[in-house]
Structures are given as C-alpha cells and as structure tokens.
Nanobody
Framework: QVQLVESGGGLVQAGVSLTLSCVGS????????MAWFRQAPGKERAFVGG???????????EYADSVKSRFTISRDNAKNTFYLEMNDLKPEDTAVYYC???????????????????WGQGTQVTVSS
C-alpha cells in the first residue's frame, strides 16, 4: 500500500515561488509514476504535471498548458520525495494540491485522476493578488 504525504502549501502573494513536497512510502519509490493535481473551489480536480516511470531511473514528464512555463516537477528517489516547484504564482493557482502515484507502466504520462490509485491528503495553496 502506497502512502503519500504532501507538505509545503501556504498563503503567498502573487509573483512569488513555492515548492511542494510529497513523501512516499510502501513501495519502491523509483518505480512509481507520480503526478500533481489541483482542485480549486467549485471545480474538478485537474492535472498539473506528471512523471512517468520508463525504466531504471528514466522518466518522462508532461505539464498542463496552464503551468508549463512556470511549474517544474522533479523527484529525489533517495529521499522518496516528489516535488512541485511553482514560480510566478497567480491567484488562479489557488487550490488544494494533491500528489498522486500509480504502479502501472503506461506508454505515456497519465493525466486523468482515475489513472492514479494512490493519493495524498492534499495541501492548500492560496495566492493573494
């Protein structure tokens, strides 16, 4: 059973940077495909960025168009940690951010929430204007 715990959310002003972390346990972390999703009030959970495990320590990444130039995902397998670096934050980035993981090997980065079996509890990010 994979367990995920996010941290790093908070209240920030527009234009600043913030990095979220997701620590995983219960499985060989390096073999997990990981993703970040977010859910704003009144909206459905949306894909932010994902990292697909290809093999060994090789991964492919994909981002939502809305964050592609501002957000970066990365991982440190030695620390079982997955990151989301967010730069130039905007009020529309306000949401609960969730870390997700899946053990299935796929031909491309999964972007649907239904593709992920394991979820963290979420961390709130609020961006004020």
């Amino acid at each position: 059973q994979v367990q995920l715990v996010e941290s790093g959310g908070g209240l920030v002003q527009a234009g600043v940077s913030l990095t979220l972390s997701c620590v995983g346990s219960g499985y060989t972390f390096s073999k997990l495909s990981m993703a970040w999703f977010r859910q704003a009030p009144g909206k459905e959970r949306a894909f932010v960025g994902g990292m697909r495990w290809i093999g060994s320590n090789v991964y492919s990444t994909e981002y939502a168009d809305s964050v592609k130039s501002r957000f970066t995902i990365s991982r440190d397998n030695a620390k079982n940690t997955f990151y989301l670096e967010m730069n130039d934050l905007k009020p529309e980035d306000t949401a609960v951010y969730y870390c997700a993981a899946d053990q299935q090997r796929r031909p491309q980065v999964a972007t649907l929430s239904s593709d992920y079996n394991y979820w963290g509890q979420g961390t709130q990010v609020t961006v004020s204007s």
